[in-house]
C-alpha cells in the first residue's frame, strides 16, 4: 500500500500537543512520508516564508516553533488589555519563556538586566528558604538530613 503524498496534510499543532515540541521534531526528523517539499508546504500554510535555501532540521524548528506558539493575540490586541489582564492572560495559555523573551524582542525590549535581578532573587530567596529548612532539620537532631528537611519543610510549609 502506497501513501498519496499530495493528500498528506499535518495539523502541526495537534502534532505539537500530542508528542510535545522534542516529539515532534524528532517525529518529523523521521518521517520518511514528510518530504522537504511537504514541510515547505507546512511552513507556508504556518504563514510563514522559508529562506532559499533551507535545510530539514531549520523547516522543522520553524514549524515546531510556530505550531508551539500559545500567544494567540496580535500586539494591538494586547496592547489594550491592563497588567492585571495580561497576566491573566499569560496564565490562562501559559506561555514558553522564549515566546515571552521573542515578544519582548519584538518591542525592542532587552530583559537582561531585569530578568538577571529576578533571577538572583529567585536564587537568593529558594537558598535562602533551603538554608532555613536545613537550620531547622539541624536544630531538631536524630535522623538523616533529608528526613529532617523534610520534616522541617512541612512543619514550616
Not at 14 to 39: F, P
Not at 63 to 71: D, E, L, Q, T
Not at 76 to 86: A, F, G, I, K, M
Amino acid at each position: 500500500m502506497s501513501i498519496d503524498k499530495t493528500q498528506l496534510t499535518i495539523d502541526a499543532k495537534l502534532l505539537v500537543q500530542w508528542l510535545g515540541t522534542a516529539g515532534a521534531k524528532a517525529g518529523l526528523m523521521q518521517s520518511k512520508t514528510c518530504t522537504i517539499e511537504a514541510l515547505g508546504a507546512l511552513v507556508k500554510s504556518l504563514g510563514l516564508t522559508p529562506a532559499k535555501p533551507t535545510s530539514r532540521t531549520q523547516l522543522i524548528d520553524d514549524i515546531v516553533k510556530a505550531a508551539s506558539k500559545r500567544i494567540d493575540k496580535p500586539l494591538d490586541e494586547l496592547y489594550q488589555l491592563s497588567n492585571e489582564d495580561l497576566l491573566a492572560y499569560f496564565h490562562k495559555i501559559e506561555p514558553t519563556s522564549e515566546e515571552l523573551l521573542d515578544l519582548l524582542r519584538e518591542l525592542d525590549l532587552t530583559p537582561k538586566k531585569e530578568g538577571h535581578k529576578g533571577l538572583m532573587e529567585l536564587a537568593a530567596r529558594e537558598l535562602s528558604e533551603t538554608g532555613r529548612f536545613r537550620r531547622i532539620a539541624s536544630s531538631r537532631g536524630g535522623g538523616d538530613d533529608d528526613k529532617r528537611l523534610d520534616l522541617a519543610r512541612r512543619t514550616v510549609g
